[in-house]
C-alpha cells in the first residue's frame, strides 16, 4: 500500500513507516501531522488510481532541522561584480503512520522509542596513578641515521679582468 501525496509544492510517494523530509511545517496536534491532498492510492499490486472518496495519509514528527549549505554565488565577468551568499533550506522529517482510504486503513508497525541511557561520572577515586617504582623504564631514543652528505657549494667564478 501506497500513495502519492504533495505538500510544499512537490510529491512524495508515501507508504506506512516511511520517513520522509518535507519543507518545514508547525507540529499540528500531538505532534501530528495530516496530508489531505492525496494525488494517487494503490491498494495492491499494479492498481493505482485517483481516489474518488476522502484519502488523507498521517504522520508524526520526527525532527525538525536545517539542511546542508547551499552556496549561492553571483559573477560577472569583467565588471568586478562577485556576490556569495549561503542557503540553510528549513525541512521536518515525517514518519508516515497510517494510509487511510475507502474505510481501510493501513497503519505503520509501532517503533520502540528510544531511552538514552544515563550518564555516568567518573569517580575520582577510581583513577589510579601507577607508582614510579613500578612505572616501566622508558625506551631509549632511536638513533639518528647519519645525513647524507651535502656536496660541497660551488666557488663563483673568477671576475673578469678588464
Known amino acids: 500500500m501506497y500513495a502519492v501525496i504533495r505538500t510544499g509544492g ?4 508515501v507508504a506506512p ?28 499490486d499494479g492498481q493505482i488510481g485517483k481516489p474518488q472518496s476522502a484519502a488523507r495519509v498521517v504522520g508524526q514528527v520526527v525532527e ?3 539542511g546542508d549549505k ?11 561584480y562577485k556576490k556569495l551568499a549561503g542557503h540553510r533550506q528549513p525541512f521536518t522529517a515525517v514518519r508516515i503512520t497510517e494510509i487511510a482510504y475507502d474505510g481501510q486503513s493501513f497503519k505503520a508497525p509501532a517503533v520502540e522509542k528510544k531511552q538514552p541511557e544515563p550518564k555516568r561520572a567518573k ?10 617504582a613500578e612505572a616501566k623504564p622508558a625506551k631509549a631514543a632511536p638513533k639518528k641515521k647519519a645525513a647524507a652528505k651535502k656536496p660541497a657549494a660551488k666557488k663563483a667564478a673568477p671576475k673578469k679582468k678588464k
Open 10 to 13: 512537490k510529491q512524495y510517494r
Open 17 to 44: 513507516g516511511d520517513v520522509i523530509r518535507v519543507e518545514s511545517q508547525a507540529d499540528g496536534s500531538n505532534g501530528q501531522i495530516e496530508f489531505g491532498d492525496v494525488l494517487a492510492i494503490s491498494a495492491g
Open 64 to 66: 525538525q532541522g536545517r
Open 70 to 80: 547551499i552556496l549561492v554565488f553571483h559573477y560577472k565577468r569583467k565588471k568586478q
Open 123 to 132: 569517580p575520582v577515586a577510581a583513577v589510579e596513578e601507577v607508582p614510579k
